[in-house]
């Protein structure tokens, strides 16, 4: 199975001390003061701006971040990372109205570029991952803030953090990062 890898630097354009790693890292001011680019040599990652996963989220591909913090608009250093695994199969995912599995269910098993338009749906405040990884937007045609979800029953995005945040679009995290 191909693991992802990720270096992250404490300066702009690569410099400064590095850290290396090919999974999920909660707290990366253990091994760096401060991180301010990054280098994806395999996989995928998402980064987050506080530790523990909290904050912001942001996903990173292979490719060179030289200065992700103006690129990406972000105000905060990186602080945690998580490894997206590899999954292959089917994407399936229940996605509710409101809190606790209520109201309207949908269930999707491709990407959704607008909920309102093809489900009439106005928000998303739970969902059920059984296939597959996925990332939620706020904004139709995956723009805006995102979340990284893999498989597990999420009851209340407000309850994690996503207060004042609409999920409107989610598209699957597919293998092609690999």
Same mark, same amino acid.
């Given at each position: 199975?191909?693991?992802?890898?990720? &270096? #992250?630097? @404490?300066?702009?354009? !690569?410099?400064?001390?590095?850290? @290396?790693?090919s999974s999920d890292c909660p707290e990366l001011t253990s091994y760096l003061s401060r991180c301010h680019s990054c280098r994806v040599e395999s996989g995928c990652f998402m980064v987050y701006d506080r530790p523990n996963y909290m904050g912001n989220q942001y #996903? =990173?591909?292979?490719?060179?971040?030289?200065?992700?913090?103006?690129?990406?608009?972000?105000?905060?250093? &990186?602080?945690?990372?998580?490894?997206?695994? =590899?999954?292959? /199969?089917?994407?399936?995912?229940?996605?509710?109205?409101?809190?606790? !599995? /209520?109201?309207?269910?949908?269930?999707?098993?491709?990407?959704?570029?607008? &909920?309102?338009?093809?489900?009439?749906?106005?928000?998303?405040?739970?969902?059920?991952?059984?296939?597959?990884?996925?990332?939620?937007? @706020?904004?139709?045609?995956?723009? /805006?803030?995102? =979340?990284?979800?893999?498989?597990?029953?999420?009851?209340?995005?407000? @309850?994690?953090?996503?207060?004042?945040?609409? #999920?409107?679009?989610?598209?699957? &995290?597919?293998?092609?990062?690999?």
């Amino acid at each position: 199975m191909t693991m992802g890898k990720i &270096i #992250f630097y @404490e300066d702009r354009n !690569f410099q400064g001390r590095h850290y @290396e790693t090919s999974s999920d890292c909660p707290e990366l001011t253990s091994y760096l003061s401060r991180c301010h680019s990054c280098r994806v040599e395999s996989g995928c990652f998402m980064v987050y701006d506080r530790p523990n996963y909290m904050g912001n989220q942001y #996903f =990173m591909r292979r490719g060179e971040y030289a200065d992700y913090m103006s690129m990406m608009g972000m105000n905060e250093c &990186i602080r945690s990372c998580r490894m997206i695994p =590899m999954h292959r /199969g089917q994407y399936r995912m229940r996605i509710y109205e409101r809190e606790n !599995f /209520g109201g309207q269910m949908y269930e999707l098993m491709d990407d959704c570029d607008n &909920i309102m338009d093809r489900y009439r749906m106005s928000d998303c405040m739970s969902c059920n991952v059984m296939d597959g990884h996925w990332l939620m937007y @706020e904004q139709p045609h995956y723009r /805006g803030r995102m =979340m990284y979800l893999r498989p597990g029953e999420y009851r209340s995005f407000r @309850e994690m953090g996503m207060s004042g945040m609409r #999920f409107m679009s989610m598209r699957r &995290i597919m293998d092609s990062c690999y």
